[in-house]
T-cell receptor, first 115, second 113 residues
């Protein structure tokens, strides 16, 4: 089954303790992206990746890092989490067929609480 | 980025057609209109997209006005499982090829039994 898998689904942690949220897709998609969702603000893009070793900032990259060493994986790293990073996070992926972006597939989300 | 305006909430009777409007008056000529929905806090689910012409797939129909300043998503026979938040999005592609989906606050559609 084609899917985007995020882990963990839920995490409660403390300020300053480094954490990584993993994202993996099994559709051989080149494009991957991270979003965060906060009440009243919709989904905002954090980082995106056009392909292996090609990443760039989205609208709200501060406090986050990403890497894309393999096509299927796109982990989101919070080096020193802070309470304002408490949010619902989504990973998405898509393919560019003939130079045209196809619709993005989203994972089921990771709910992070930073105390 | 082109903004979209949607009503915050709508109700629809089960079995009837649900018509969800969206205004996107600042849309550019090459920007697509996308619709996604989100059930509870699950990941957004793609529904349909279009540029100029009306589109239909197994889930829904998309009607785009001739001036492209507004569109309507139609769920032809709404079921209780269609209760969700529906997002109308103008998709932008940056110079670097980044496909950005800017989700607003959407329309909360409630299907009434």
């Amino acid at each position: 089954e084609a899917q985007v898998t995020q882990n963990p689904r839920y995490l409660i942690t403390v300020t300053g303790k480094k954490l990584t949220v993993t994202c993996s897709q099994n559709m051989n998609h080149e494009y991957m992206s991270w979003y965060r969702q906060d009440p009243g603000l919709g989904l905002r893009q954090i980082y995106y990746s056009m392909n292996v070793e090609v990443t760039d900032k989205g609208d709200v990259p501060e406090g986050y890092k990403v890497s894309r060493k393999e096509k299927r994986n796109f982990p989101l790293i919070l080096e020193s989490p802070s309470p304002n990073q408490t949010s619902l996070y989504f990973c998405a992926s898509s393919i560019r067929a003939g130079g045209v972006h196809q619709p993005q597939h989203f994972g089921d989300g990771t709910r992070l609480s930073i105390l | 980025d082109a903004k979209t305006t949607q009503p915050p909430s709508m109700d629809c009777a089960e079995g009837r057609a649900a018509n969800l409007p969206c205004n996107h008056s600042t849309i550019s000529g090459n920007e697509y209109v996308y619709w996604y929905r989100q059930i509870h806090s699950q990941g957004p689910q793609y529904i349909i997209h279009g540029l100029k012409n009306n589109e239909t797939n197994e889930m829904a129909s998309l009607i785009i006005t001739e001036d492209r300043k507004s569109s309507t998503l139609i769920l032809p026979h709404a079921t209780l499982r269609d209760t969700a938040v529906y997002y109308c999005i103008v998709r932008t592609i940056s110079n670097f090829g980044n496909e950005k989906l800017t989700f607003g606050t959407g329309t909360r559609l409630t299907i009434i039994p």
